[in-house]
């Protein structure tokens, strides 16, 4: 990035649209350390920077119609009537780059797996250990195509592509491309 | 009989006592700070935030939502988390100063959030401005919601909770826009 501006980071993760103050915790921290080495932005703060960049990053995990029933029933059964569950989130970048500036926004989404009982595993999914290192996982993915996408907007403020992040996440939709599987714990 | 109607109560008080959730502390978000941003509004600090008077003081230190109690934050006030929610969205905005000679004040006049029928929320405060020590600002505002019914307590209880907790960044938003506010507030 050729001359990276210093950007305020708000950050928010919400369930079914409201927030989730535990998982916005949880993940802070990683969302402002991917962001920081992004090379998009030549300082993140949580305070007010010079030149008044603010973002603020948003994911919401959506909760499934029959989700609740999925897991009734797989208990009920001991886990013989296995289960695919699957969690969405949708995720949203806002940018201004100052106090009157119009907002830049990116938006994307990706899908988490959990495998209840006896169940084949999905096809085209990457497994991983538990639930927290398929989130962490998810969240990583999203900012890379939240921010790259910014990056590459003629209206964010330089123009040129951030620098790769040290694992970049793939760029086509990572839920029809490479969904986590997350099994049961 | 007797006994066993004591150990009964004894158990029932335990498990009413064991469902007391603490609110979420809120981060700041964006459409406050741009609203904070696009006024001219000066640096300012707090002053108190307490319970109106008149009210059953218990309104300050907990909520029912059906079988569960939703606690402040901070274990002391409602009143206070309106105080701690607003000094976030100043500090995000550069707008917080505590030696600021204009400070705000607060009185909590409504909160209640109910799940049944018709869910919905209300949060209202009296807030107060004063420059150099005089009043130049004293209005009630009160801000709602309301969401669909859900019959299952493990649904119906966190999304009440969660959304009587949004009220009040909705409440701190409410009063940034406010154009008397604003006027009041104005350099």
Redesign the interface.
Same mark, same amino acid.
Request: aromatic share 2%; no cysteine.
């Given at each position: 990035m050729p001359n990276p501006q210093p950007v305020?980071l !708000?950050?928010?993760f919400k @369930?079914?649209g #409201? !927030? #989730?103050?535990?998982a %916005?915790k949880f993940l802070k921290e990683q969302v402002s350390a991917q962001i920081r080495t992004s090379g998009a932005f030549s300082e993140v703060s949580?305070? +007010?920077v010079n030149g *008044?960049a603010?973002m603020?990053v948003s994911i919401d995990n959506l909760i499934a119609q029959g989700a609740?029933g999925q897991g009734i029933s797989a208990g009920l059964t001991f886990g013989l009537a296995g289960q695919l569950v699957a969690d969405n989130y949708e995720a949203k970048l806002?940018y201004?780059s100052g +106090?009157?500036a119009t907002?830049v926004t990116t938006t994307t989404r990706h899908r988490l797996l959990t495998v209840i009982g006896l169940h084949a595993d999905p096809e085209n999914a990457v497994r991983v250990r538990n639930a927290n290192e398929g989130i962490k996982m998810i969240v990583r993915q999203i900012l890379d195509r939240l921010v790259t996408d910014l990056t590459r907007d003629p209206r964010f403020g330089a123009s040129a592509p951030a620098a790769p992040s040290s694992d970049p996440a793939p760029l086509t939709p990572a839920e029809t491309t490479e969904p986590a599987l997350a099994p049961a714990e | 009989m007797k006994r066993l109607l004591t150990q009964v109560a004894l158990v029932v008080t335990l498990a009413v006592a064991g469902c007391a959730t603490p609110a979420?502390? !809120? +981060? &700041? @978000?964006?459409d406050t !700070?741009?609203a904070f941003?696009?006024a001219t509004f000066p640096s300012m600090s707090l002053g108190t935030f307490e319970l109106a008077p008149g009210l059953p003081p218990g309104m300050d230190r907990g909520l029912m939502v059906r079988a569960e109690s939703l606690r402040p934050p901070n274990g002391l006030s409602f009143a206070q988390f309106l105080k701690d929610t607003m000094e976030v969205e100043m @500090? =995000? =905005? *550069?707008r917080f100063d505590p030696a600021s000679s204009v400070v705000i004040s607060g009185q909590l006049t409504v909160s209640e959030v109910t799940t049944m029928s018709t869910p919905n929320g209300a949060l209202g405060a009296r807030f107060r401005v004063h420059r150099n020590g005089v009043e130049v600002f004293n209005k009630e505002l009160v801000v709602r919601d309301s969401w669909e019914f859900q019959f299952?307590g =493990?649904?119906a209880i &966190?999304?009440a909770q969660?959304?009587y %907790?949004?009220l009040y960044s909705k409440l701190v938003r409410s009063l940034v826009n406010d154009a008397d506010f604003r006027l009041a507030v104005s350099p």
């Open positions: 305020q !708000l950050f928010q @369930t079914a #409201n !927030l #989730n103050a535990q %916005t949580e305070a +007010p *008044g603010v603020q609740v806002e201004v +106090p009157t907002a | 979420a502390q !809120l +981060p &700041p @978000t964006l !700070l741009q941003r696009t @500090t =995000a =905005a *550069g299952i =493990a649904i &966190p999304e969660a959304r %907790t949004a």
